[in-house]
């Protein structure tokens, strides 16, 4: 399959072009680890890779959304770009997102009660994240949303 580019834009200014055969290096989108994150994020993945998503919706003339991390057994198709691993764990991202993932300073965490852990995110610039909402389009997906896996 041969590889092709993807231009993608968060706003008139910033323009980010992504070749879908190759992994977008860190000194393009560096994403962040909270500390008592790091070292267990491969114990957590056990062999699956990590996908940056989202979900919005149109309620009452307003789009609201959320970023969603999840672990997949096998990485998403077309649409989604590979980012730089992150201890040793393949990292994957919905191609509309890499310029905001580039721009809000992106960091995981885990989140959630004690008895129901999961993977989280910081912006540090959710400023961002509200300008992709307003784009035209942001609610076309290329996977429909789903629940959370126990």
């Known amino acids: 399959m041969a590889s092709r580019a993807i231009q993608r834009t968060c ?5 980010m072009s992504v070749d879908t055969g190759k992994v977008v290096p860190r000194s393009e989108i560096s994403l962040g680890v ?7 994020l491969a114990q957590l993945a056990a062999t699956r890779v990590l996908v940056v998503d989202y ?6 003339s307003l789009v609201i ?6 672990f997949e057994d096998e990485p998403p198709g077309p649409g989604y770009a590979e980012l730089a691993s992150i201890e040793r764990v393949r990292v994957f991202a919905e191609s509309r997102l890499l310029v905001i993932l ?3 300073g992106f ?10 852990r999961h993977l989280g995110v910081d912006l540090d610039r959710p400023d961002r994240w509200i300008d992709f909402l307003d784009q035209p389009g942001v609610l076309a997906r290329s996977r429909p949303f789903r629940w959370r896996r126990p």
């Open 55 to 60: 979900f919005a919706s149109r309620r009452c």
């Open 65 to 70: 959304g959320d970023l969603t991390i999840d």
């Open 11 to 15: 706003d008139a200014v910033r323009v």
């Open 107 to 116: 960091t995981l965490r885990l989140g959630g009660p004690p008895f129901a």
């Open 102 to 104: 580039g721009d809000a």
């Open 34 to 40: 909270a500390p008592a994150l790091r070292g267990r």
